[in-house]
């Protein structure tokens, strides 16, 4: 069976009584270089382990499979269950899991699951929990790589380097974890549903240390979020209503002790600068 073909794929889920869920952000796939190239770019061989975030009607999980030593494929709608059983269920290298891949605990699931073998996730992503998905792939620190086809806008602001003026706090916090980068991009005509926006494919190569030093990643990231809370005032001003126990003087101490105006920009900032912020403020805080 030919997994992206839109004729085949129609009569497959009205087999099934299966109807696109919106609140699930569900689109699969109907043009099959796609799947093809996200396993070829990922860089999966028969010595990775993917992890497989969403497979849908599995289109992707049949490349992943032709290509890994394993594919754990997590599935949070069971209505999936029987044609997953149909189109991949023959690939031996494959386990499908019914579960919210939000509640498992990644790092045990992977050694678990990929014992010897590199670990790597892959997805093609709904639109509306990107974020927390990412959060939750890179958070875990489970994964050499995480390769993941989303919104093209938002995929554009994460790899966007911070200091940049495109960035914002999640686009940090990715390049915190890892080092992002662009693929290729994905029209709405390669979906059925078809999605009112073009789609990206983006790589994230983890870190195995992060990019700079910093005495508290807690407070890093605080600085980051307050520095991003208020994208139209100057750090002063949004660090002074995220840190109120250091206070607008504080604040501008720090920030003088950084070596930074006080009328710069949160957007502004580089990594390092993030970070030297976050460690002066631990010493004073300390």
């Not at 085949?8 to 270089?33: D, P, V």
């Not at 969403?54 to 949070?76: N, Y």
């Not at 206070?247 to 950084?258: I, R």
């Amino acid at each position: 069976m030919e997994l992206c073909d839109v004729h085949q794929m129609k009569a497959l889920l009205e087999e099934n009584g299966f109807h696109f869920s919106k609140a699930k952000g569900q689109n699969f796939l109907t043009a099959a270089w796609v799947p093809q190239r996200i396993a070829e770019e990922a860089g999966v061989d028969s010595a990775a382990g993917v992890l497989e975030v969403g497979p849908g009607i599995g289109p992707l999980t049949e490349q992943l499979c032709l290509r890994a030593g394993k594919v754990l494929a997590v599935e949070l709608d069971r209505r999936l269950e029987h044609i997953l059983a149909k189109t991949v269920g023959h690939f031996d290298n494959l386990e499908i899991r019914f579960d919210d891949v939000m509640q498992l605990d990644l790092a045990e699931t992977v050694r678990a699951a990929f014992p010897g073998l590199r670990p790597m996730a892959c997805a093609n992503l709904p639109y509306y929990i990107t974020s927390p998905i990412l959060t939750k792939l890179l958070e875990s620190r489970a994964f050499d790589s995480v390769t993941v086809m989303i919104q093209k806008e938002v995929a554009q602001r994460i790899c966007a380097a911070p200091g940049t003026g495109d960035g914002s706090a999640f686009s940090v916090f990715c390049h915190w974890y890892a080092e992002p980068r662009i693929l290729f991009d994905v029209p709405p005509s390669c979906f059925l549903p078809q999605p009112k926006v073009t789609s990206t494919v983006i790589t994230l190569k983890t870190r195995q240390t992060p990019p700079c030093p910093v005495a508290d990643e807690a407070l890093f990231f605080r600085v980051v979020r307050a520095a991003f809370g208020q994208r139209r005032k100057t750090l002063s001003n949004a660090l002074s209503a995220g840190f109120p126990a250091l206070g607008k003087e504080g604040v501008n101490q720090v920030l003088a002790a950084c070596g930074l105006p006080t009328t710069i920009r949160g957007e502004a900032l580089t990594m390092e600068q993030f970070a030297a912020i976050a460690n002066e403020m631990a010493k004073r805080t300390a």
